[in-house]
């Protein structure tokens, strides 16, 4: 799977069931990160959009992937999970992250590294990361 698609301009993790909520990280650091508060985009076509390709991909034990990767602005990275047959489940936009070049999976827990050598761990058993 390469991910190469268009994704709002709004730090967030966006869920293909139309679901949001607002992400926070402390810039290219990736010394925290954080889930804010749900919210709606429905409809609004009062934001930016990012063009985003992904650089790199592992699979999951279920079948599904992971991948991350940069949009067009020095600053922007992502990462997005797929089920088995490639579809989205979720992408996660951060747009003073810098771009993430490497995804490392060690059971539930995703390593996405940035340019610059420093990473951030999520847990897909997180409710907020959930498959489904």
Do not use: H, K
Request: charged share 20%; glycine share 12%; with cysteine.
């Amino acid at each position: 799977m390469t991910l190469v698609g268009r994704a709002p301009c709004v730090d967030g993790l966006y869920r293909a069931d139309g679901t949001s909520r607002l992400l926070a990280v402390d810039g290219p650091q990736l010394s925290w990160f954080e889930f804010g508060l749900p919210f709606n985009l429905g409809g609004r076509d009062d934001f930016d959009v990012l063009e985003v390709d992904s650089a790199a991909r592992a699979e999951l034990p279920d079948g599904g992937s992971v991948c991350c990767g940069e949009g067009v602005l020095g600053s922007d990275g992502f990462f997005a999970r797929t089920d088995a047959e490639g579809e989205p489940i979720w992408i996660a936009v951060l747009t003073n992250s810098n771009p993430f070049v490497r995804v490392d999976v060690a059971g539930s827990a995703v390593r996405f590294t940035n340019n610059l050598g420093n990473s951030l761990t999520i847990d897909l058993g997180d409710p907020n990361l959930a498959a489904a």
